[in-house]
């Protein structure tokens, strides 16, 4: 059984910068995936990364801004969130990916419960 727990959400000024880490215990896990939920809204693919650290894919509303990278010693992946904008605001979660459409939500398993970001001066 493997069970993956987020970090590292938390209050940042516009602009400002944060560094999520999403640990998975249990087992080495493979292809991982960021996605995010904004208050009354749907949840949102953010970024996936390979399990062997590429290729890595984002989605339009965030390229640039964040990266997605692993370390697979740790078992972790992480996103580096820079130039945070208010409307990044949202629950971001991890999960496995088991195939498919790596932008579908319904492709991935083991999510974690979340961590809050909060953009806001």
């Known amino acids: 059984q493997v069970q993956l727990v987020e970090s590292g959400g938390g209050l940042v000024q516009p602009g400002g910068s944060l560094r999520l880490s999403c640990t998975a215990s249990?087992?080495?896990?493979?292809?991982v995936g960021w996605f995010r939920q904004a208050p009354g809204k749907e949840r949102e693919f953010v970024a996936h990364?390979?399990?062997?650290?590429?290729?890595?894919y984002y989605a339009n509303s965030v390229k640039g801004r964040f990266a997605i990278s692993r370390d697979n010693a740790e078992n972790s992946v992480s996103l580096q969130m820079n130039s945070l904008k208010p409307e990044d605001t949202a629950v971001y979660s991890c999960?496995?990916?088991?195939?498919?459409?790596?932008?579908?939500?319904?492709?991935?398993w083991g999510w974690g419960k979340g961590t809050l970001v909060t953009v806001s001066s």
């Open positions: 999960a496995i990916y088991s195939g498919g459409t790596f932008y579908d939500a319904r492709t991935y």
């Open positions: 249990g087992r080495a896990v493979r292809s």
């Open positions: 990364i390979h399990w062997s650290g590429s290729p890595a």
